[in-house]
């Protein structure tokens, strides 16, 4: 492997690699056969200073295979721990994904740029290192969708095929590496990973890197780590109430897959729901239903005590008042969570003001489209695109939860026209189903196709396009086409 100058030029200024040696194990990735591009993000390339031009030539296409490392990339395999399922492991780390470096954007934001599927590391435990089509393409979908919805997210920056063949469950299958930016990925469990080896002084650098990097305010706090606790607490509660409310199911909320910056990291077997149900489960492995729909939030305050306890000795030298401090503050993530959940579900029924019974009116239509089996994504776009024979018109499921709705909202023309208005801003129209998404993956991997990728991917970065409503991509799945279960095999 070597650094080729004709690489893409790429504005490196790493810091994490300058963090103590055991935060990290620098190694090349490992080369791959037969490089092929699948999809360069261009906006996304520009937005960090990248020619995407450069990224589709043969040297930008070897170096996101992982083939020559690009000049002032530091790759290196990250260093973490983490509960998987609430049961405590004390080393996972990179065992797939090497960080190539950091770059600045051109919003000023420092952003990570990852290989995923780049070969072993001494964290792969067993593993290949190696990613495949299937999973590649489903996270540069999801996470661009998530991304065009408003939710904080990880990035797709390339996607590229290996022309090797990885052993999984199903067979062999086409190899791939995902190129991801994230504003960092530094997890809960990489905390944990340091706690867990009473390594004081790496929690303390952890710390004040991580104030530095995302939440720069804290550093005027009295107690800087009891301010980053409440800066995590509130991004994770903004975050999980961004989820909610498009019907987002992350599948794998273990504490390793828990971002610190409050980004959605790691699209393994999350999926949206199609027909509406709170204890909605669609992960194959999720057998106790920890993950369902409705748990997200606790499960998140959960992850966020696991984050508060690797802080304690940092909040005050007293156990009982740091332990007083932390639970203090965990108890105000369900306050936030619910701020946040209010603002954007009060938005997708259109009300612009606050009243003290609109969770109750949520509620109700939500009880309702679970008794009802109706589909999540589309019932919210009903109600902002009302027609004739919709369940909310007279003879309908939902109709009499229409008048109580009127009632609120002001029966009146230009009551109803800027609640239609705000409806139509915060109800997307497309997201990525199950079923498509699926579609997507068979054609890519059985016939080499990329054009339902590619129209996937269009549609669900333009997701409240009105274009869109008559789309296929809107419909919820017919019964036979419904997806029910996503499966890890990543
Ligand atoms: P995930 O389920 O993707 O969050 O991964 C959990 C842990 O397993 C992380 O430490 C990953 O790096 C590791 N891992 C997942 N897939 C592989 C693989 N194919 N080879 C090596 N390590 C892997
Ligand atoms: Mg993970």
Redesign the pocket.
Known sequence: MSSTTDSPSIAFDNSYAALAPEFHQRLSPTPVSQPELMAINDALALHLGIDPESLRSSAGISMLAGNTVPDGATPLAMA?A?H?FGNW?PQ??????ILLGEVIGRDGVRYDIQLK?AG??P?????????WIGPVLREYVLSEAMAALGVPTTRALAAVKTGDH?MREQGPLPGAILTRVARSHIRVGTFQYFTARQNHAAIEQLVQYVIKRHYPEAAQADVPALALLDAVIDAQASLIAHWQSIGFIHG?M?T??SSISGDTI?Y?PCAFMDDYSADKVFSSIDRGARYAYQNQPRIAQWNLVNFAQCLLPLFDEDKEEAVRLAQESINRFDERFIGYYLTLMRAKIGLADEKDDDLTLISALLNLMQTHSLDFTLTFRQLSQRSATDPFAPGGKLHDWHRSWLQRVGDDAAALEAATQLMQRSNPVIIPRNHQVEAMIDAAVRDGDLAPFEALLKAVTTPFDKAHDESDFAVPPSPDERVTQTF?G?
Do not use: E, I
């Open positions: 973490y983490g998987q492991v996972l780390g990179d065992g797939r994904a599927g072993p590391t964290f792969s435990r067993g593993g290949d290192g190696r990613n990885v794998v273990n390793d897959n790691d393994g890890c990543t």
